[in-house]
């Protein structure tokens, strides 16, 4: 992956971009369980208070309450409350919201800091309740005794004026009193009273004459929009990533596609044949395609997960840091799974892959060889052949889906059991008043999320290496030099262009080949004369005419033409000079004009139809409804093999070069075509330099010079009938194809 | 470039049904259904989720006849397949029991924790509790336990279902007519081997079960949901509309981008293709730049519409979020008005809230459904028509077998044609004596192994008869026939095994000894001692490891072993070097002795030796008769054979 980093660079500020906004979209989830759980805990199950600092209270409540705080908590709580009674300002308006204040006054709480209801909460609560509790058992005595239970007196005995008869007392008389209280609640935690305080607020507010289903529809609401912003927060941060991940992941596809394309167009045969045109062409899109998409995948989850899962487990612990080991064990099962399910299955889905080409291998076969395998009455054999490839694909894909589909039930088992295991310790913990039951509720939410993040993660570690390979694969093209670069301080071909092609003393040796090709080369090609090269296959023929256009380099010695080594000329220049007919006749998508036009870009309607004749071509042109601009399907194939070599001929004819090459571009044709073409070609290129190879004598039979090659050497040079007496090789070859009485 | 599948790939799902990453709440119990998605082998083959999925596909032609052929295909699973719809349904079912009898618990818990707090009770009954979580404990076991034999079983019958599509196909192809191949790629065959008959399978080992499990799920999540509070389940409802609309309106949106994304990218793709398949020919013609500014131009426009097509592809799951969320505030809403009224708990509201997010993932994926049936039934369609195609004509009752083969062969007015329409050959006869050697001649592409397909029946003549022995080749059994005949053809076809099975390919039963007196005698045997292996060798897939000529001999030596009365010649035109050359000559001269041969020759030594020689011209026999007096006649032949001894001087 880092050999490709650096194509990632231009994008730098989108990532850094993507990421922060990760952290934002990360945050705001983390938050939402949050609010849920608020909206469960505070909004039903406390009817939208939220603690235990009422809005307002009835001044006889506060009064009672005050009875059992010291002198500096009574402080606190007066600085915090305003009293409104009829004379008050703003008396209208408050008496709508609080109807109870046409009979008595009330206190309403001031605009106040969080930290100082902090500070109140705890004081009102143990008020609240104190006061709450009392007055019920004043309101039922029957009932007294049995709530009394457990506290070690009799509350039935508590007097009906209780309250002023408290008040009348010295505060050194009350003293002991609120400490017995505040003990037995100190006993009781926090949380717990906090949450009995709710129901002693909400009773109040009852007595205010409040509207407390508007007052908890008006919690809901507040923090159900809260949570929609935090939501809509989130969602904006997610598309935004998507966007940049979207960018980044097409662009750094585009630009790496660019990059290989043009370095391979830099290629030289060797490189070529390094990675194989096939293998070149899987890496630019296959392999390109992977990068896109986990790229894209990296940036809107990958780097999410742990985000997601690092903050997921902050917020758990806060929440519940007593549960840390059921999250601990969540992780370690989670990732137990996954790793042991995919280290079964990941290399069976490599030896999938390998069963699928040979079961297609199988049928390739039998199609292409279907006239042989009816012909032999093989088709029980190739059956037997197929089923055996079918049965082995089908018993490891069975396997493998079978391992794979043990995945969901066990992960959906996980989960639940998780559920049911926080459920179970929880409640323990809130009866215990350590949490909440919205946080235990928050602290599922946090789960998955942490559960999902780290599931996540282990797809990373799979999909990552996949990738990485890709990766390489691509990066091994775009670090390849080309073999073959022009010089730095180019020469140029002599005006007027003769085309004396000469090779001294020429070796070649493929790379990381043990042993030359080619040894030895001499030999000088002029204008208006004809080269033929013939040989066995492996003589070395093809490769000689392959060094002049400079697909390959010579490996000692040296081509001049004119003089001039090609080495020292642009590659573009002496190309140019060369009209090339390839042994595979590749054409490209288009019609038959782009084709030939390919030549020569400029070529007249005139000069195509010369080009077209000249290769035998002209019949089946014209022949075609569409002529011309018939269409080419990619690679020709919707064309003969002989009409593609023709108009290969054809398109090398366009380019009008002073020197030719036809490297075997006659094997296709049958002889009356071949002889035809050549008869028109003769008076075309007449001032040419032509070398043609071939393995037909007939093709050759009135060449300039014909060189013999045999591995790698050459062994004989001359015309057809010095070599017939002369050369052994040739002689063998001629007789091979040619009755003696043809030879002669 | 095939577009196999390939389990080896991984394809990201952008669409996110694996994970969640804006999830508010990951509720325990029907997240199953997205598990089911993500985590599934399947999903990893390819067709998974994301934007593809959504997109509108191929569709059948005629979707419910070729499901009900896929149902009748299911033949003995049938059964089991409607064990599996009920353990899907038994799976889901308790699955979306878990968030109500998980609620209990939370009530209980609730209950428990107020009573603490009024006083009123002994605090927590963790024996209900514990009641309650083991029940549900218990639910979700026999819920993954049902999931998993449901999968399992399942995933038998797909992959079995598979291994039958793919033995049937290639039992098909050596029962069709040779001629169905004339218009029929080899690409398209295998396509259908591997593409379509992986697409039915994913479809019945996942989106079956996903079917069952989304329509329970929508159903069961949907009456729970009223059993809790029909006025909650009305509010939740509301937000269906809603998704429905803006889920369409992105779909269509990015399927735009989408079509234009994979149309850019196949021009990208073929162009890279075409140049470096052309590498040789791109330098030759310093055609570079030319092909380097193509490349940028569609590069380029792929950019512009792959990026947007991702990202309008993964917008959908955070806007569906966002309006799931909508829901779920009007939900509590609503929940905490009825609670106050003490019409609902507090955990009615937590397991109602579960539900609610869980009923958009289910609709997601039915709408989706209707696709992914669709591209089956157009891939199990692409099968049947496959397997439904005609055979070859089978071979008649009354057979004639004979005991001795002597090689006469008569062409008696044959009228031959590869369409009705089209016929070539109008009027052929001739009559050819034991052991004489024919030479079929004719400029490239004229047609000159139509007369071959003719004689082994590869197909039948339109009109007229061809007679082996006096009797009408029709009245063999096909096998016979072609049992007549050794056919060694310039496309040299050797399969993947050792060269000793190569050789023995024609006689299976051949003796070791047999194979190598054969390949003696074509040859082969003193190359094959060289090579590594020797006739154990095995031979790769482009068979790169044997030269043409090799290749060559090794079928003259299958010929030979077979020891065919006739046999059926296809001259290298060239590509073989000299020695072997002289090798396949004398090979062939030995095959030839004594056997009536049929030779499609190339060479004028051979044209010269035949005792008869027939010119093909556009496919009709225009000439037939000896060197001599063809030659003597002065036509078609004479042209051809003249054309190569004229004094050209150019070569």
Redesign the interface.
Known sequence: MTRIARYLKPYTLLIVGAILLLFI?ANA?LA??DY?SR??NN???Q??VENAVPLALRKSTLDKINLFLTKEEQNAVDAAYLLIDSHSPDYQTYLSQYPILAKEPIYVLKQLEQNQIKTLNPILSRGLLTVSFLDRILANPAQAQA?GKGLGFDLSKIPSNFYQIFANMPAEQRAPLINAIQSRFNSMGES?IS??SI?AVKAEYSALGVN??SL??GY??KT??L??LI??I??TA??LV??L???V???L??DL??AF??R??????AE?EKFS?AS???R??NDI??I???T??MM??VF?API?GIGGLIRAINTAASMWWIVAMMIVVLVGIIMSVFSL?LPR??L??SL?DR?????????????????????D???E???KA??DL?RT??F???V??????????L??????LV??VG??Q??QSSIQ?GSM?AF??YT??I??AF??MSMMF??LP?ASISADRIADVLETEPSIKDPPEPKHFPEPFQGVVEFKQVCFRYPDAEENVLDDINLIARPGE?T?FIG????GKSTIVNLI?R?YDVTCGAITIDGIDIRDVP??EL??K?G?V?QKS????GTIESNLQ??DENATEEELQMAAEIAQAAEFINTNPDGFQAEIA??GINV????RQRLAIA?ALV?KAPIYIFD?SF???????D??L??A??KYVANST?F?VT??V??????DQIIVLDEGRIVGKGKHHELMQTCE?YR??AL????QE?LA | MTNQSNPNQMKPNPSGNGYKPGGLTQPPSTQINPMRRGLNPGAMMGRGGGPMAMMKGETARDFKGTMRKLIQYLGPYKLVTSFVILLAIASTAFSILGPKILGQATTKLFEGVIGQISGSSQGIDFNAIGRILLTALGLYILSSFLAYIQGWIMTGVAVNITYRFRRDIAKKINRMPLKYFDGTNHGEILSRITNDVDTVNQTLSQSLSQIITSVVTVVGVLIMMLTISWQMTLVAMLILPLSLLIVRFIVSRSQIYFKEQQNYLGHVNGHIEEMFGGHIVVKAFNGEKRSIETFSFLNDTLYSSAWKSQFLSGIMMPVMNFIGNLGFVGVVIMGGYLAVRNIITVGDIQAFIQYVRNFTQPITQLANISNVLQQTAAAAERVFEFLEEEDETPDIENLIQLEHVSGQVVFDHVRFGYSPERIIIKDFSAEIQPGQRIAIVGPTGAGKTTLVKLLMRFYDVNDGAILIDGHDIRKFRRADLRRMFGMVLQDTWLFGGTLMDNIRYSKPDATEEEVIAAAKAAHVDHFVRTLPGGYQMELNEETTNLSQGQKQLLTIARAILANPPMLILDEATSSVDTHTEVLIQKAMRNLMEGRTSFIIAHRLSTIRDADWILVIRDGDIVEQGTHEQLLAQGGFYAELYNSQFERVEIG
Request: overall charge positive; aromatic content about 8%; proline content about 2%.
């Open positions: 979209q989830d939402l369980p849920m909206i469960v909004g039903i199950q009817g939208g709530m717990m949450q009995m129901s407390t289903t908890q529809n809901i609401l159900g929009g949570m929609l939501t809509l989130s969602v997610t598309i998507g966007y991940a979207a960018r992941a097409a662009g596809a585009r596609r660019k394309f043009v391979v167009s830099e290629f030289s045969n070529m045109t070149l062409i899987t630019s899109t395609t992977q896109q998409m986990v894209m995948m809107r989850m999410y997601i299955t889905f490599k999938i892959q699928i079961l297609n291998r199988v049928v390739r076969e039998n199609l292409e060889g279907m006239m042989v395998v009816r012909a032999f009455n093989r088709q054999f190739e059956e052949r197929f089923e079918n049965r089908t894909t069975l493998v889906s079978r794979m589909v043990i995945m969901m039930p066990l992960m959906m088992f989960m639940s059991g998780i559920s049911i459920i179970w409640s323990h809130v009866a039951v509720m599922m939410q998955m999320q559960f999902f599931m996540f799979i999909i996949r004809t033929a066995t296959t492996g003589s256009p697909f590659q573009h190309r140019s060369i090339y390839p590749n054409l490209f998508s390919y030549g990619q690679g003969s093999g002989g009409q398109r380019k075997e094997s296709a044709l049958d002889y009356k075509t002889a035809a050549r008869r070609l003769k032509i043609i393995q037909r007939a093709t050759i039979k009135n060449a090789v063998n070859i091979s194809q040619l009755t043809e």
